[in-house]
RNA sequence: AGCCUGGUAGUGUAAAGGUAGCACAGCUGAUUUUGGUUCAGUUAGUCAAGGUUCGAAUCCUUGCCGGGCUGCCA
């Protein structure tokens, strides 16, 4: 407000806000927030934009990024769960340094905290059951009413919190309360639990705690505790932040800022922990990694570059309202960061035979193709030629509209780095009457693919040598769900009713011979096709599995139906 | 129903009382040995009604529509 001056245009609001605050010296200007995941689960794209607005504002302010793992709730969480989501993170290019920690490592602060809630008398052990203390909390519309046990003396509390603590009474027969209002209108301020009695074992601190906190307790106060500045978290945290005021108003300890944002959502799939549960667990994808999910792990392993996730968690920007950001966006960022760098190669997916009639029989010879279109430093590859191909069985027709560039009875098009060849004759399946085999001459003036006498082709298709080609697995992978909005159904519909049923085919087709050399991970273009990676799983040396990481740009109407132009 | 919160092109996001802009998607065209890339152009928007003001996406009022909240989950 006095310092508008500071507030830049053009930046998101939580940028802004964080701005204001330093500018009004807030925080001694000291910038640091933190991502706190709670590790019973995979990361995916929704994750990916908070660590980014996350990193992303502790270093556009010169400041520091915590990785915390909330890990309150034993019975969910696992070491490998946390494991992976720090792979997820390092993937996409942050670095927590030495600032890994998890709310597990406070439990004892935080035990001393709730005594001193207790001494002060606001907060009570209650024994009423988990139906009664439900009953008690009144409804959106009536206030709730207050526990028999809320006013027992600070000296029974202590006693019975510290009982709880030593483990002499069985699970869930008592809780720590805050004792705060139960005719609140903000159901979070209705004597909020604080602490469970449960001897589950935790992942890191073993069966040393028969009590363990909950995620309001722990989260504020472990946020204070690492001195976080900002405390950046979705909408639905935004009424729980009165009650995390008055924790640290009572405690008097440091306050840091909470900032609410709203969760992105992704047109075509589905995010929520439930749904990617069900569709791993019920078999309809064939586990988190795979390429068809919205897990960090899929992504990786479908070949998304992290440099295209990023951007695309910058582009998207933060907001406080529902939104749902359209896929084509994202595939957009993809193609952007492989275009530079993927090298090209071709391969057919949909093979029909070519015979090079005056191209004589037995004889071969090497051509030469660059490995990238504008980017010299790739190098180049050599590509086998001889009088039998295989071309994209798309790219011919034999009756094609006015607006198609590629072959054709009688037409002339380019192979690519290779020569110019027009349709002579086409052989058919004597009983279906489909084409099998297109017969074609070639031009030897136009050897890689210039005509000396300047005459233009309007198409250029991409081929393979019959007898060099390798037969390698490729994985067409397309969007899992067929609509924009999968949960959006009918009553008594699933999400799952819109599960796209060609989300993954999988072929057998012949690629360039210098693909056999590639390593697992390496990213490729099919010329014409699209961006693709060998898969890191299934790949064998000499044996490469290809996985489509996303489709080329395809502006040619005519490509779906065949429509007549 | 009570409390909290939000509504800007198809989608996402800027504009903090002063020309409604950007990106993706769409559409045109140019270039092109990928119907790719690149480049140029273009379609399309302030939820509604009142009010304040010289001037409102922005401030006020009312209405409409959306999201969140009744775990010993996070």
């Known amino acids: 407000m006095e310092s ?13 806000r964080i701005a204001e605050d330093c500018a009004a010296g807030r925080y001694e200007g000291r910038v640091h927030t933190r991502f706190p995941p ?4 995979y990361l995916h794209i929704g994750h990916a934009a908070s660590i980014c607005l996350n990193f992303g504002m502790a270093e556009a302010f010169g400041g520091l990024c915590n990785l915390r793992f909330d890990d309150t709730n034993p019975i969910r969480e696992t070491s490998e769960y946390a494991e992976s989501i720090m792979e997820d993170i390092r993937w996409l290019g942050f670095d927590w340094g030495d600032r890994l920690f998890y709310a597990s490592d406070y439990f004892e602060q935080l035990y001393q905290l709730a005594l001193e809630l207790v001494r002060a008398g606001k907060a009570f052990v209650c024994d009423l059951s988990i139906d009664e203390i439900r009953a008690h909390r009144g409804t959106l519309t009536e206030p709730g009413r207050e526990s028999p046990y809320r006013d027992r003396s600070i000296e029974e509390n202590l006693a019975l919190f510290q009982g709880m603590r030593a483990g002499d009474f069985p699970d869930g027969s008592k809780v720590l309360r805050a004792r705060i209002d139960m005719g609140s209108p903000n159901l979070n301020l209705r004597d909020p639990v604080m602490y469970r009695i449960s001897r589950a074992r935790h992942h890191r601190t073993g069966d040393s705690w028969p009590i363990y906190p909950m995620y309001d307790w722990a989260h504020g106060q472990s946020d204070s ?12 945290f935004e009424d729980h932040r009165p009650l995390y005021d008055w924790f640290i108003e009572q405690l008097g300890i440091h306050h840091p800022r909470q900032i609410e944002f709203a969760r992105r959502n992704l047109s075509y799939t589905v995010m929520s922990k439930r749904h990617l549960l069900r569709l791993v667990e019920e078999g309809h994808v064939a586990g988190w990694d795979d390429p068809r999910m919205p897990t960090l792990s899929g992504m990786r392993r479908r070949g998304y570059p992290s440099g ?40 057919v997916l949909n093979p029909i035979k070519v015979v090079i009639e005056n191209y004589p029989e037995g004889a071969e010879e090497e051509l030469e193709g660059p490995l990238h279109p504008t980017d010299s430093s790739f190098g180049s590859r050599v590509l086998p030629f001889s009088r039998e ?17 590629r072959l054709g009875p009688g037409r002339e098009v380019r192979l690519r780095y290779g020569y110019f060849i027009t349709s002579k004759d086409v052989v058919k399946d004597p009983d279906t009457g489909a ?3 297109l017969r074609c001459t070639y031009d030897p003036d136009t050897r890689g693919g210039q005509a000396p006498d300047g005459r233009k082709v309007k198409g250029t298709i991409h081929w393979v040598s019959a007898r060099h080609a390798q037969t390698v697995e490729v994985r067409l992978y397309d969007r899992l769900f067929s609509v924009s909005d999968p949960t959006d159904v009918p009553e008594g519909g699933s999400f799952l009713d819109h599960i796209n049923p060609d ?3 999988v072929i057998h087709c012949p690629v360039e011979p210098a693909l056999r050399t590639l390593e ?46």
């Not at 690492?226 to 909408?235: F, L, N, P, Q, Y």
């Open 4 to 16: 508008i001056g500071e507030q830049s245009t053009g930046h998101h609001f939580i940028h802004q």
């Open 38 to 41: 709670e590790p019973n689960g």
């Open 225 to 236: 505790i690492e001195g976080i500045t900002h405390s950046i978290c979705t909408m639905e």
């Open 308 to 347: 295209g996730v990023r951007e695309f968690c910058e582009r998207i920007g933060v907001g406080r309202r529902e939104n749902t950001v359209d896929i084509s966006l994202l595939e957009h960022c993809i193609r952007q960061d492989l275009e530079g760098r993927a090298l090209r190669y071709m391969g």
């Open 389 to 405: 191909l295989y071309i994209e069985a798309t790219d011919f027709m034999e009756d094609p509209p006015r607006k198609f560039f």
């Open 435 to 437: 084409v099998v085999e």
């Open 503 to 505: 989300s993954l085919t």
């Open 520 to 565: 697992a991970g390496a990213v490729i273009q099919f010329e014409r096709q699209g961006y693709f990676c060998v898969d890191r799983e299934d790949s064998r040396p000499g044996a490469p599995v290809f996985n489509r990481t996303v489709t080329l740009r395809d502006s040619w109407k005519g490509g779906a139906g065949g429509e007549k132009a």
